[in-house]
């Protein structure tokens, strides 16, 4: 059973360039969420989507990030243009959103921008 | 959603258990105790959660103290692949707003 997939796995890109992270939730899960780790602010919430739609984007750093969900099994992360304090790893997760339930998350994209 | 606080770090020998304490004593009633472990590089992966009752899976037990206020996370026989930081999280019905705080980050030594 396919987790989440993200891609690319690692990312070298120069300051200026944009950077579109993407994402396969697993299926049948309606809810979607890009989280960002570094070292200085841990594991932040970016994002998040129920069935398709944004529902809070209040972790969203600035204007340069944004992201989309053009449907249930396809989601981007796009920084434009990047900055040198984006080097992170980035990490989609999905869940079924219902009472006690649990979210999984992909093995994570690791930026890094020069 | 309640606070959580956790040891910065604990050690264990392997093949013994590890318990991981958690305390949350502003929790409330509808509120759900969730255990995360994140391995060096790894996304993080979902451990066991709870309400009120104990629960076990081929993972891990949770203990949940009676009044809710504090957890054990037991890891029955320590490896050294469960070296990692464990998060310890307390949520309102969904797992929407998952909020990591700094974990226990957990040495298992020969």
């Known amino acids: 059973d396919a987790g989440v997939i993200q891609s690319p796995r690692h990312e070298v890109t120069e300051m200026g360039q944009e950077v579109t992270l993407r994402c396969k939730p697993i299926?049948?899960?309606?809810?979607l969420f890009w989280y960002r780790q570094t070292m200085m602010r841990g594991l932040e919430l970016l994002i998040y989507?129920?069935?398709?739609?944004?529902?809070?984007d209040s972790g969203m750093p600035e204007d340069r990030f944004s992201a989309k969900m053009p449907n249930a099994s396809f989601s981007t992360l796009k920084i434009q243009p990047s900055e040198p304090r984006d080097s992170a790893v980035y990490f989609c997760?999905?869940?079924?959103?219902?009472?006690?339930?649990?979210?999984?998350f992909g093995e994570g994209s690791w930026l890094t921008v020069v | 959603d309640a606070k959580t606080t956790q040891p910065p770090s604990m050690d264990c020998a392997e093949g013994r258990a590890a318990n991981l304490p958690c305390n949350h004593s502003?929790?409330?009633?509808?509120?759900?105790v969730y255990w995360y472990r994140q391995i060096h590089s790894q996304g993080p992966q979902y451990i066991i959660h709870?309400?009120?009752n104990n629960e076990t899976n081929e993972m891990a037990s949770l203990i949940i103290t009676e009044d809710r206020k504090s957890s054990t996370l037991i890891l029955p026989h320590a490896t050294l692949r469960d070296t990692a930081v464990y998060y310890c999280?307390?949520?309102?019905?969904?797992?929407?707003?998952?909020?990591f705080g700094t974990g226990t980050r957990l040495q298992v030594t020969l």
């Open positions: 997760a999905s869940s079924l959103e219902v009472a006690g339930n649990t979210i999984y």
């Open positions: 299926s049948g899960h309606n809810s």
């Open positions: 989507f129920n069935n398709n739609v944004p529902i809070d």
């Open positions: 502003t929790i409330s009633g509808n509120e759900y």
């Open positions: 709870g309400l009120k």
């Open positions: 999280i307390v949520l309102t019905g969904t797992a929407s707003k998952l909020t």
